[in-house]
């Protein structure tokens, strides 16, 4: 078994025991308050009115008026006479979801669990709200038929696996605001073709991009702390060409690109750094030019 694959088998092994936690979770501390229309609502917090969308008890999961189509969830909702604020949205709210397509979640949100939306394989579109600070962990997992995200300003952290295997998923817009990126964030995109990922960003984690064998423009975050992670671009065989920013070439190590023929691949460099990518290792397998345009 190669290293990837036997780092494959290690993460993919994580988010199973994690996914396995994660509906114990909701029957324990996710059960409803209330319903309104086809939502299920649990108060959080009393005394401002506050509640978040939650799925209705795991034991009742095959429920016969899920929310489907077009849906827009309500930024107050009214019970007994009292309006309530919907501020989260829980942990597996609309896990497996098939016929749901499209949903606007309104800027009231701040909080969206994990796997909230993931397996919604009909989901083409998704408003996120600009409250957001951090997308959990494969909260849009297996969404395969989204094309599009447009991540808000304001989101530090992409939780792992976030966007994984959504095969559809072509143009993706990151925040300047972004810090983190998780392991696995949009592995198995297969429809990717660009990615710019923001100055800002300090981490990008493991395998994060590995398998969008259509992404062909990859432009990398200019911080010279930035950490990138083993086999961040593996299999990515459609790369056509990466930018950077670093005066001085920035150490990675070979698996960053592992499965890719580098010849073939133009590196774009700052103006009078060539010759320092042309003795790095790695970097030197590139074809390298210097016309460097900022992001």
Not at 17 to 36: C, E, M, W
Not at 63 to 80: E, L, M, N, Q
Request: net charge neutral; with cysteine; aromatic share 10%.
């Amino acid at each position: 078994m190669t290293k990837f694959l036997k780092l494959s088998a290690t993460i993919a092994l994580l988010w199973f025991v994690s996914a396995q936690a994660t509906p114990l979770r909701a029957q324990q501390g996710q059960n409803y308050d209330f319903k309104v229309g086809k939502f299920y609502y649990k108060i959080t917090d009393d005394a401002n009115r506050e509640v978040t969308v939650v799925s209705k008890p795991k034991t009742y999961q095959y429920y016969t008026d899920r929310p489907t189509g077009d849906v827009s969830i309500p930024a107050i909702v009214v019970k007994d006479g009292k309006a309530y604020r919907v501020t989260g949205i829980g942990d597996d709210a609309f896990c497996g979801y098939t016929t749901l397509n499209s949903i606007t979640i309104p800027n009231s949100v701040t909080v969206i669990g994990e796997a909230a939306f993931a397996g919604c394989r009909g989901l083409v579109s998704v408003a996120l709200p600009y409250g957001l600070a951090r997308i959990e962990m494969s909260v849009f997992e297996y969404c395969t038929s989204l094309t599009s995200i447009d991540i808000p300003d304001g989101v530090t952290e992409i939780g792992h696996r976030a966007f994984a295997n959504c095969t559809s998923l072509s143009s993706v817009s990151l925040p300047k605001s972004l810090d983190r990126m998780g392991v696995s964030v949009f592995s198995g995109c297969t429809n990717l073709t660009s990615i710019a990922i923001p100055d800002s960003v300090t981490t990008i984690g493991v395998a994060a991009f590995a398998n969008c064998a259509s992404l062909a423009s990859v432009a990398l975050p200019c911080n010279d702390s930035v950490w990138i992670g083993e086999y961040v671009f593996y299999g990515c065989r459609g790369l056509q060409s990466v930018t950077v920013g670093w005066q001085k070439p920035l150490r990675i190590t070979e698996d960053m690109f592992d499965d890719i023929d580098l010849s073939k691949v133009i590196l774009t460099v700052p103006p009078g750094t060539k010759e320092a990518y042309l003795a790095a290792d790695i970097w030197q397998k590139f074809k390298i030019t210097e016309e460097y345009f900022s992001k």
